[in-house]
């Protein structure tokens, strides 16, 4: 049996909150049901952040709203503050993902409050949980922006970006994602964060988000498997990047990660041809935008063979 790894698309959201056009809440929608179907575990739909800041996002509850009929597929969606949370718990979805900025010129940038205000904001998103009686029914998943550096501030300690994942984690995250907002994550780096992080949280879920913006995402992805990461954000086409942090650029990208994670032995679940046959369809919704990935571009090797079928 091949060991699963959780990708994570997370195209409608980081992918999204960049881009010129506004896509519509149908494509949207079509967009999540085909990702799915793909066999995608997770997509974090959308995000619960005020229309002025990102009208990309003035639909989140609508495509929530949409995509609450089972599909075998965790709908999830980020969150910034605890009215975001309110509006994601309102809207029904069953895992909630908040960000915190490990950078505090970043978390004033992208939140307009310090990290450790973020991190009180947290405990108040935890008793919202709880007043509403959602304790063991949502999900509170936990990112860590900028924890491998940031562009405005430059360096960002470890020692700091573990000290917030142990606050997340002891006031209730289900959840702890180091994410490399900007890029700026090297292998040796990637290595030594979560072997810090699985040491301070013991068995507490730990995942990982890359930027492809120096062209190490990839290389990333396998120094945090060597350390134990089993779950991965990935963008549809490598679309994504965070307006408030200068300079980001595209996520890694989904057809590739799962292509080099099947070729690794590890099962996704992911149909690949259908994900290709996706990316062509939202490439046509999103003119002028850059795109990234090889397997798009060149096709899955004759010899390629998903994990599940390599044992055989
Ligand atoms: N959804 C909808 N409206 C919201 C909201 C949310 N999540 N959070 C705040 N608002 C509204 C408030 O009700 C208020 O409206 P009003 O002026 O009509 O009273 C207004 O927005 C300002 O609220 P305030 O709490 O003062 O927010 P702020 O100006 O301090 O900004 C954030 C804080 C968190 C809302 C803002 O920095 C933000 O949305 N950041 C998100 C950035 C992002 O998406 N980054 C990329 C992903 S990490
Ligand atoms: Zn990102």
Redesign the pocket.
Known sequence: MAEPVILREVGL??GL?MVKTIVSTQDKLDFARTAAAAGLPEIEAT????????PQ?ADAAEVAAGLLKPMGTTISA????L???A?AFDAGLRKVNY?V?ASEAHSLA????STDAALAEFRLIVADRKARGLDGQVVLGC?I?TAFGCTLQGEVSEQRVIEIAESLARDGADEIMAAD?VGYGSPRQVRRMFDGLAAALGTLPLAAHFHDTRGLGLANVTAALDAGVRRFDASLGGLGG???APGATGNINTEDTAFMLEALGFDTGVDITALIALRGRVEGWLPGERFSGGISRAGLPKTFRRAMDQAA
């Open positions: 959201r980081d909150q995000s619960f952040v005020p229309p002025h800041i990102i996002f980020l969150v910034v503050n009215k975001g949370a509006r960000v900025s992208n939140a307009r409050r990112g922006a907002t965070c307006p408030f």
